[in-house]
T-cell receptor, first 115, second 114 residues
Framework: EAAVTQSPRNKVAVTGGKVTLSCNQT?????MYWYRQDTGHGLRLIHY???????EKGDIPDGYKASRPSQENFSLILELATPSQTSVYFC??????????????FGEGSRLIVV | GDSVTQKQGQVTLSEDDFLFINCTYS??????LLWYVQYLGQGPQLLLK?????NKGISRGFEATYDKGTTSFHLQKASVQESDSAVYFC?????????????FGIGTLLSVKP
């Protein structure tokens, strides 16, 4: 069974503080992604990675950094958290399948509140 | 650039009603079109996918059809159940890159009354 686990599941942070969201996958997938989900915006891509040591900017990368130290782990880092980053964050893994498309396997989400 | 438009933010139905959710897309590449479903408190999961090769996908009683002429793909189900209550996202996956990036619509919240 494909598995993507996120931690923490819930986090309250103060404005200006540093937040690290962690993600671990046991699917042995090359690609990993961080999305945030907000009402009226759906899921928006923040950062993604093609493999260990690589990170790429997604559609809304400002204010976020990412780190992929290994095949299994992908972290999202908010160096200076702001209230606008209050959201639910989802990590996902997937493999390239050409015309068959890329099925993403999502974690259960990390709810972040910045006060 | 590539985009996906999903206009229906919320749909409320009764059990055994017909479900139809529409989604339109814009891309210059060969698309794979997908529907994801998100149940309360969970992450999204793949419901079905449609490619330019097959034009139609079927899963768990849901059917999605792709229309290249109108650049649309819609999700339908003949008879919804209360257990189908969830958020449904359409998504566009673009062929041609070594690592795919999905673009999601805003999601449609389906509430099915018993």
């Amino acid at each position: 069974e494909a598995a993507v686990t996120q931690s923490p599941r819930n986090k309250v942070a103060v404005t200006g503080g540093k937040v690290t969201l962690s993600c671990n996958q046991t699917n042995n997938h090359n690609n990993m992604y961080w999305y945030r989900q907000d009402t009226g915006h759906g899921l928006r891509l923040i950062h993604y990675s093609y493999g260990a040591g690589s990170t790429e900017k997604g559609d809304i990368p400002d204010g976020y950094k990412a780190s992929r130290p290994s095949q299994e782990n992908f972290s999202l880092i908010l160096e200076l958290a702001t209230p606008s980053q209050t959201s639910v964050y989802f990590c996902a893994s997937g493999d390239y399948r050409g015309y068959s498309g890329n099925t993403l396997y999502f974690g259960e989400g990390s709810r972040l509140i910045v006060v | 650039g590539d985009s996906v438009t999903q206009k229906q933010g919320q749909v409320t139905l009764s059990e055994d009603d017909f479900l139809f959710i529409n989604c339109t897309y814009s891309t210059t590449t060969y698309p794979t079109l997908l529907w994801y479903v998100q149940y309360l408190g969970q992450g999204p999961q793949l419901l079905l996918k449609v490619t330019t090769a097959n034009n139609k996908g079927i899963s768990r009683g849901f059917e999605a059809t792709y229309d290249k002429g109108t650049t649309s793909f819609h999700l339908q189900k003949a008879s919804v159940q209360e257990s189908d209550s969830a958020v449904y996202f359409c998504a566009l996956d673009r062929y041609g890159s070594s690592g795919n990036k999905l673009i999601f619509g805003i999601g449609t919240l389906l509430s099915v009354k018993p």
